[in-house]
T-cell receptor
Framework: RKEVEQDPGPFNVPEGATVAFNCTYSNSASQSFFWYRQDCRKEPKLLMSVYSSGNEDGRFTAQLNRASQYISLLIRDSKLSDSATYLCVVNMNTGFQKLVFGTGTRLLVSP | DAGITQSPRHKVTETGTPVTLRCHQTENHRYMYWYRQDPGHGLRLIHYSYGVKDTDKGEVSDGYSVSRSKTEDFLLTLESATSSQTSVYFC?????????????FGSGTRLTVV
């Protein structure tokens, strides 16, 4: 089983739609969680951290379910500029800071 | 954005030749990492460093070595390049005491081994 698993997509949605991505992780001791965004042929960039209580940043909402070991990202009112690959990232808490990356979910927002 | 640069940005090399990629940071971050990214595999950790001269292996370290003689520089060397090492290589930095636990990535190096 992969340490971090995501649906690769692609998710094809029209502008204005709401879309949700899920991610599961294998290590129940994991402490830190993130969503990164990666544009085509670019480096990954931190989108948001994921907190136990859930957190929101504008149109983006991240949630964590420790009992089921999954993380979600909700994007409301999708924009064309949201088209990218979204990486689920988990700190496996192995005694130093080691992030494990999912393979990413591709989102395509169309006019 | 954090000051992190990778060089070269693109490189084509022949099988069997040694190749060195450079990562340079101006943020004085303690941790530095080398990842490779391939379709279907995502980002995989090659080597990491937690201080000057302190390095350790990641999950795909075979065929790679690293060195960190200064805080700001982390070098990745392919001792004898093979076609399976054709990939995009990303360097990343982090400093938990300052920026939490997220990473900042360099722009990447596209390496082709022919």
């Amino acid at each position: 089983r992969k340490e971090v698993e995501q649906d690769p997509g692609p998710f094809n949605v029209p502008e204005g739609a709401t879309v949700a991505f899920n991610c599961t992780y294998s290590n129940s001791a994991s402490q830190s969680f993130f969503w990164y965004r990666q544009d085509c042929r670019k480096e990954p960039k931190l989108l948001m951290s994921v907190y136990s209580s859930g957190n929101e940043d504008g149109r983006f909402t991240a949630q964590l379910n420790r009992a089921s070991q999954y993380i979600s990202l909700l994007i409301r009112d999708s924009k064309l500029s949201d088209s990218a690959t979204y990486l689920c990232v988990v700190n496996m808490n192995t005694g130093f800071q080691k992030l494990v990356f999912g393979t990413g979910t591709r989102l395509l927002v169309s006019p | 954005d954090a000051g992190i640069t990778q060089s070269p940005r693109h490189k084509v090399t022949e099988t069997g030749t040694p190749v060195t990629l450079r990562c340079h940071q101006t943020e004085n971050h303690r941790y530095m990492y080398w990842y490779r990214q391939d379709p279907g595999h995502g980002l995989r950790l090659i080597h990491y460093s937690y201080g000057v001269k302190d390095t350790d292996k990641g999950e795909v370290s075979d065929g790679y070595s690293v060195s960190r003689s200064k805080t700001e520089d982390f070098l990745l060397t392919l001792e004898s390049a093979t076609s399976s090492q054709t990939s995009v290589y990303f360097c990343a930095i982090s400093e938990p005491s300052i920026g939490g636990y997220g990473y900042t990535f360099g722009s990447g190096t596209r390496l082709t081994v022919v």
